[in-house]
């Protein structure tokens, strides 16, 4: 969203922002399309008339950020009959606490509207059968797990980005990512089409690759939430059976690469490339037309990035390229390729 164009107020008076602002609903002239990224409740969505598909999930989280004097050293989780706890450090003294009770929360407030403790310090004894004083307390959450998915991302100049397009449980916490991830595959194709509407197709890619990334984090966040929340013995089996298999390092690897948002990255330079597969960091031959030492260097360019191998011949693609192009010399494979710049494969 640009700056100044959509202001936060009273739903009028954003509808009208919008209509004079952005032009959702047509000024006229005014034909540059727009990435929106204005949050889970989406004005723009809604003016733009983009339905969303949305299933809520008989799950409650509470989220405390506070400090803790006498806590453990180290991250910690704890599956019990009666929830799941898990405990991470932000590395100075405050913790983020998360809390899944089992049955729904019955917290008596306002959720987040207070810094009462109390609630979470009672769950975390019900549910560990342990005493945990939370100290000064920065950030109380508490919310109904949903899944929330925009029917597409885009509508003529509209076009979404982040929790405006997907809404999901913060199992994995892969929100924020996933939006990066939106924005940076959404900026260079937004720049190529506003300079030239000959390049408009790129935006329809971007709602359907990142679409396809979004179902993807849907499915994973899903079946952690099913994983870490299933009240059953027979869940307590599965979780006890998961994180042992969870533990194993060919599994770990891939699973970190799925909460990163990067399924298939770290794919050896001999590996068959993938259009719009992630390009790992390879190294570059410096020339005189380019010092950079690394592809993730010159990626910071902003430009799209020929791997010339030394002894190959060029990607025809990158003749056709909707934005400048930075050609670098590599001998990291055997094949011309071209990188966006969002560090995917053409
Ligand atoms: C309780 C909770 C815990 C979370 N924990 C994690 C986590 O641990 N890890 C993680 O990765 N993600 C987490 N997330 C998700 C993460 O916060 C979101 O995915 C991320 O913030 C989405 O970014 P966004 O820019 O798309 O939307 P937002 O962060 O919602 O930003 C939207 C912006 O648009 C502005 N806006 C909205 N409407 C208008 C308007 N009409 N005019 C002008 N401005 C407007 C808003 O003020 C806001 O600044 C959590 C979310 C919640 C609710």
């Known amino acids: 969203m640009l700056p100044g164009h959509v202001q936060a107020g009273p739903e009028d008076t954003v509808g009208e922002d919008l209509r004079r602002g952005v032009g959702v609903t047509g000024e006229a002239g005014e034909r540059r399309p727009l990435g929106h990224c204005d949050g889970a409740h989406s004005t723009v969505r809604r003016l733009a008339g983009i ?10 989280v509470l989220s405390v950020d506070a400090r803790i004097d006498a806590g453990p050293q180290q991250p910690w989780s704890h599956w019990g009959r009666d929830g799941m706890v898990l405990l991470l450090p932000f590395g100075d003294g405050r913790w983020r606490l998360v809390l899944y009770p089992y049955r729904q929360l019955a917290t008596g ?111 994973l966040t899903g079946a952690m939430l099913r994983f870490n929340a299933t009240p059953a013995l027979w869940g307590h089996a599965l979780r006890v059976a998961g994180l042992g298999v969870a533990r194993l390092p060919p599994v770990r690897r891939r699973l970190a690469a799925a909460l990163a948002g990067l399924p298939g990255s770290g794919a050896s330079t001999g590996a068959r490339v993938r259009s719009g597969a992630r390009a790992p960091d390879v190294p570059l031959l410096p020339t005189p037309r380019s010092p950079h030492r ?53």
């Open 51 to 60: 339905s969303a598909h949305r299933t809520v999930h008989p799950y409650d």
């Open 109 to 219: 407030g306002t959720p987040g509207a207070a810094d009462d403790t109390g609630p979470a310090e009672e769950l975390l004894r019900r549910i560990t059968g342990r005493d945990l004083a939370l100290g000064e307390v920065e950030w109380i959450s508490h919310y109904r797990c949903e899944h929330r998915h925009a029917a597409r991302y885009r509508h003529h100049r509209v076009v979404l980005a982040g929790d405006a397009a997907h809404v999901h449980p913060p199992t994995g916490g892969q929100g924020l990512n996933t939006g990066i991830a939106d924005a940076m595959s959404l900026g260079w194709r937004l720049a190529a089409a506003v300079a030239d509407p000959a390049h408009d197709r790129l935006l329809d890619a971007y709602a359907e690759e990142r679409r396809r990334a979004a179902c993807r984090v849907m499915r």
């Open 294 to 346: 690394r592809l993730f260097e010159a990626l910071r360019t902003g430009h799209h990035v020929h791997l010339l191998p030394v002894c190959g011949t060029p990607d025809p693609r990158a003749a056709t390229s909707a934005l400048p192009l930075l050609t670098v010399r590599t001998d990291a494979y055997r094949q011309a390729h071209v990188v966006r710049p969002d560090g995917h494969f053409l």
